[in-house]
T-cell receptor, first 112, second 119 residues
Framework: SQKIEQNSEALNIQEGKTATLTCNYTNYSPAYLQWYRQDPGRGPVFLLLIRENEKEKRKERLKVTFDTTLKQSLFHITASQPADSATYLCALDVGSQGNLIFGKGTKLSVKP | GAVVSQHPSWVICKSGTSVKIECRSLDFQATTMFWYRQFPKQSLMLMATSNEGSKATYEQGVEKDKFLINHASLTLSTLTVTSAHPEDSSFYIC???????????????FGEGSRLTVL
């Protein structure tokens, strides 16, 4: 079955630095991969989607890369701010209806 | 952006009772809605896919008779936890993608979640 792993349960960085989160998957070739942000007690919020034929995608301070050979995606937040502190989830599509499987998430803490 | 609303946001019930959670798409139509469950420090686990006007598709290990799903309209899906027990206590989250579009964008719009505590 498909397996998706986010290698760090938690990541602590200093404000202004770049945060890099990793997502690895096995036993699957997704058409696209997504990243979501989840705050405590809230539902996830969509951030970025990257397709299998795309290497990199950017949105403001966010950058996502997708290496289908390594089966890995990297999620970067540049010039991080305390407000970026949250849990970040990666997700893969596993069905034609758009259902996703999620990683456990990486809890990012940005210290001022 | 698209808005998905869930109600109630939290509920406490006694063991053996049933609880209904509503999921509404407020500004778009959703032929398909998804119900997820999330335990503390765990990932979201897909429970079932809810299709408007037809029976829901349940994931392996999810009891369809315990978690009743109804998707009667393009803007409303409900999840009823029947005969709830303490082990059903969890964070239930619904999501939807927009009707009439292919899944080539794939973005899901999530509700705020419903925290269920069964005593």
């Amino acid at each position: 079955s498909q397996k998706i792993e986010q290698n760090s349960e938690a990541l602590n960085i200093q404000e202004g630095k770049t945060a890099t989160l990793t997502c690895n998957y096995t036993n699957y070739s997704p058409a696209y991969l997504q990243w979501y942000r989840q705050d405590p007690g809230r539902g996830p919020v969509f951030l970025l989607l990257i397709r299998e034929n795309e290497k990199e995608k950017r949105k403001e301070r966010l950058k996502v890369t997708f290496d289908t050979t390594l089966k890995q995606s990297l999620f970067h937040i540049t010039a991080s701010q305390p407000a970026d502190s949250a849990t970040y989830l990666c997700a893969l599509d596993v069905g034609s209806q758009g259902n996703l499987i999620f990683g456990k998430g990486t809890k990012l803490s940005v210290k001022p | 952006g698209a808005v998905v609303s869930q109600h109630p946001s939290w509920v406490i019930c006694k063991s053996g009772t049933s609880v209904k959670i509503e999921c509404r798409s407020l500004d778009f139509q959703a032929t398909t809605m998804f119900w997820y469950r999330q335990f503390p420090k765990q990932s979201l686990m897909l429970m079932a896919t809810s299709n408007e006007g037809s029976k829901a598709t349940y994931e392996q290990g999810v009891e369809k008779d315990k978690f009743l799903i109804n998707h009667a309209s393009l803007t409303l899906s409900t999840l009823t936890v029947t005969s709830a027990h303490p082990e059903d206590s969890s964070f239930y989250i619904c999501s939807a993608n927009k009707a009439g579009r292919t899944t080539n964008t794939g973005e899901l719009f999530f509700g705020e979640g419903s925290r269920l505590t069964v005593l």
